[in-house]
């Protein structure tokens, strides 16, 4: 089954304390990207990648870091988290690298992050 | 920069009647446009999209959208709401040229049986 598997799905941690959320899909897609949702913003776009070792900044990257090594795998690190990064995270890939596809977005299921 | 407006951010309907959820959009050239539902604890889905060609598009579920480049919108339509379309959805817009898309707000569409 085509799909974008996020890990974990729901995780609350301290301030401080390192964590990386895993991001994988099987569909050989060459774009990901990683989205925030909280409520009444939509989804914000923290950091994309268009192909392996290819990553970029999207509008909110700040206290975020991504590495793509692999095709399949796009991890997010919040080396030092805060409460504002509380939030509903997805990930998503998408066929053709960029505006170079037409297609849409697969997501994931989402991971819901609490920082107290 | 692109842009995208939901103004309402809830709707109300009863199940059978029509719904409709409204989207006007901002882009430098062509757009390439989305329409995304998401079910409570769940990611988003992909509902249908305007690239080109024929202004009203078909996609799943039902749903149907219209694409007025005079009016920079893209309204989501369904003829005969249920109540299983009670879901958050989301629009969005990206440049023929540009790889980011950007979403709306999101509409949240509750349909009372």
């Known amino acids: 089954e085509a799909q974008v598997t996020q890990n974990p799905r729901y995780l609350i941690t301290v301030t401080g304390k390192k964590l990386t959320v895993t991001c994988s899909q099987n569909m050989n897609h060459e774009y990901m990207s990683w989205y925030r949702q909280d409520p009444g913003l939509g989804l914000r776009q923290i950091y994309y990648?268009?192909?392996?070792?290819?990553?970029d900044k999207g509008d909110v990257p700040e206290g975020y870091k991504v590495s793509r090594k692999e095709k399949r795998n796009f991890p997010l690190i919040l080396e030092s988290p805060s409460p504002n990064q509380t939030s509903l995270y997805f990930c998503a890939s998408q066929p053709g690298q960029g505006w170079m596809g037409t297609g849409e977005l697969f997501f994931g299921e989402g991971s819901r992050l609490t920082v107290l | 920069a692109q842009s995208v407006a939901q103004p309402e951010d809830q709707v109300n309907v009863a199940e059978g009647n029509p719904l409709t959820v409204k989207c006007t959009y901002s882009v430098s050239g062509n757009p390439y446009l989305f329409w995304y539902v998401q079910y409570p604890n769940r990611g988003l889905q992909f509902l249908l999209k305007y690239i080109t060609g024929d202004n009203l598009v078909k996609g799943s579920y039902g749903f149907e959208a219209e694409f007025n480049k005079s009016q920079t919108s893209f309204h989501l339509k369904k003829p005969s709401a249920l109540v299983s379309d009670s879901a958050l959805y989301f629009c969005?817009?990206?440049?023929?040229?540009?790889?980011?898309?950007?979403f709306g707000a999101g509409t949240t569409v509750t349909v009372r049986a």
């Open positions: 990648s268009m192909n392996v070792e290819v990553t």
């Open positions: 969005a817009v990206r440049g023929s040229n540009d790889y980011k898309l950007s």
